[in-house]
């Protein structure tokens, strides 16, 4: 959920390099969320921000290294959900 935060900044770069993870679907989805407060790159203590400001969405980040995921972040938001 973290890369609906992201793909507001970096739909124009990213997807000259990844056009694969861009759809028109995310683009939308970003359009129509509040990112008053936001900087970018999103630092994790801005995703408490995020959910302020968006209060249908609920964040969870997932780190990777040495092929394993492991979290990063759990959002307390748990009543939330978000299609």
Request: glycine share 4%; aromatic share 8%; hydrophobic share 35%.
């Amino acid at each position: 959920m973290l890369q609906v935060v992201c793909r507001k900044r970096v739909a124009s770069s990213y997807s000259t390099t990844h056009p694969e993870g861009i759809t028109k679907d995310l683009t939308e989805r970003a359009k129509s969320r509040n990112f008053a407060g936001i900087e970018f790159p999103v630092s994790l203590k801005d995703i408490n921000k995020f959910e302020k400001n968006n209060p249908e969405i609920a964040v969870n980040v997932l780190g990777y290294e040495n092929q394993m995921v492991f979290p990063l972040r759990i959002s307390e938001m748990t009543e939330r959900t978000q299609s």
